[in-house]
């Protein structure tokens, strides 16, 4: 009999322990409405840990990210799984006319059941349109799927985010604050004193302010639970064209240009002969033709360069080179100003001659004096030019006088005005004196 009261009063005793602890842990009303609101967007992440057991060799991998295309299917394997995942791609997608289709992908999450969360466009010279959709997960492979097909996709990423843990940590802590907040109410209303409510209402106030924080994280991780996030990014499928140029030298004009590419960064004497590379590379993604170089201090242009490989005039697919070359004398150290430009083609085989390419490249060559006696050519060159030297300040020499030659002129004049001037007083002044003395003094002095 007393091994029976025993064992009926534990029973009891655990029956009411339960009962307490379901009733401290079960959810509330309030608790119910915590999913009814979408909270906005938030910059917090959390990454959970891996999946448990079996799901976590499944699912570990792709839990904290997934990019890229290659692994999509692994992605979307986990929606099968019972878990809480956030889903989110962005891609980007070159088209003809962004605007035009900017409202096709609009219509296509639209089909879907999914809407156009956020909008940024650019207009010209570079059209850009950034679009920002919300779909629900099982239609995130298939909006993937059509949003690709609007254009040519250039790049995609991929992620999926296990949250699971998160969520679960979430609603005990709600639970947990929930019960805390209901305990300090009814403290409150048994409360005796000012004191002791003033208190009281202070740690209820803390306690509600954190429940609602833990309430709007809950949300928000739910909304992105529920709607996956895809950005796509719309760029003008003709792009921007560019061509690279690369210059290089070596001595001698025995091959032809057969040995380019050259070097860089090597000296040559007084008329020594030199073949100069030019070797110029699609570096956009639209084909080039008509491929023109030129260069005012070599004095070339493309007729006058050797097509060492490829054809200038034919069209030069992205990443693809020509070389070209030229044989120069060197008589002098200079550094070249080469220009290289290509017109592009769109993809119908129209040449665009407005979108020209261009690029321009230098060259430094070093030439020297290889030294020794001079010759006779050397000698009459050096005396000719100490003749122009001479010749050179004759001429600054006249011009910087001949300004002056009116003043020397005058200078002369005045000169010969004072001679003739004193010549004159002085004849007067004989006679005036001859005049004025007796007649035999006059005699005497004639």
Not at 81 to 107: H, L, N, Q, W, Y
Not at 123 to 151: M, Q
Not at 249 to 272: I, K, N, R, W
């Amino acid at each position: 009999m007393l091994a029976f009261v025993l064992v009926v009063a534990g029973c009891s005793g655990g029956d009411e322990g339960d009962s307490g602890l379901a009733e401290a842990t079960a959810p509330t009303e309030e608790d119910a409405t915590r999913g009814d609101a979408v909270g906005g967007p938030t910059d917090e992440t959390a990454v959970a840990p891996g999946l448990e057991g079996a799901d976590a060799d499944d699912g570990g991998g792709f839990a904290a990210e997934a990019g890229g295309s290659g692994n999509l299917q692994a992605v979307l394997a986990v929606q099968n799984v019972d878990r809480d995942i956030i889903f989110a791609a962005d891609m980007t997608v070159a088209v003809t006319d962004v605007a035009a289709a900017s409202v096709e992908a609009a219509g296509v999450i639209e089909a879907l059941g999914g809407f156009l969360f956020g909008q940024q466009s650019v207009g010209l010279p570079e059209p850009r349109s950034l679009l920002v959709f919300k779909v629900a997960p099982g239609d995130f492979d298939e909006a993937l799927t059509r949003l690709g097909a609007i254009g040519e996709v250039r790049s995609q990423n991929v992620s999926a985010e296990d949250v699971t843990e998160r969520v679960v940590d979430l609603e005990s802590r709600i639970t947990t604050a929930t019960a805390s907040v209901r305990r300090l109410r009814g403290l409150i209303a048994e409360a005796a004193n000012v004191s002791a409510v003033v208190e009281l209402e202070t740690q209820l106030l803390q306690r509600e302010t954190e429940l609602e924080l833990l309430r709007g994280q809950l949300r928000t991780v739910s909304d992105q639970v529920d709607l996956a996030t895809i950005v796509v990014t719309l760029t003008e499928a003709v792009s921007r064209p560019e061509l690279a140029l690369t210059m290089t030298a070596y001595p001698g004009h025995a091959d032809a240009g057969q040995s380019c590419p050259g070097e860089v960064g090597f000296q040559l004497d007084e008329g020594d002969e030199a073949t100069v590379c030019f070797e110029v590379t699609n570096t956009g993604d639209m084909p080039l033709t008509d491929i023109e170089i030129t260069d005012p201090v070599l004095e070339l242009d493309t007729a006058d360069l050797i097509v060492v490989f490829g054809d200038p005039t034919a069209t030069i697919e992205p990443g693809q080179s020509i070389i070209l070359a030229a044989e120069i004398i060197s008589e002098r150290s200079l550094r070249t100003q080469t220009r290289a430009t290509a017109s592009p083609v769109n993809p119908g085989g129209e040449v665009l001659e407005s979108r020209r390419a261009a690029t321009t490249t230098t060259l430094f060559l070093e030439v020297v004096d290889p030294g020794g006696l001079p010759g006779f050519g050397d000698a009459l060159e050096s005396s000719l030019d100490a003749l122009r030297t001479v010749w050179g300040v004759v001429v600054v020499v006249a011009g910087a006088v001949v300004p002056f030659l009116w003043l020397a002129l005058l200078a002369g004049l005045f000169l010969w005005w004072r001679r003739r001037r004193g010549a004159a007083t002085t004849s007067a002044t004989t006679s005036a004196t001859t005049s004025a003395l007796p007649s035999d003094t006059a005699d005497v002095a004639g």
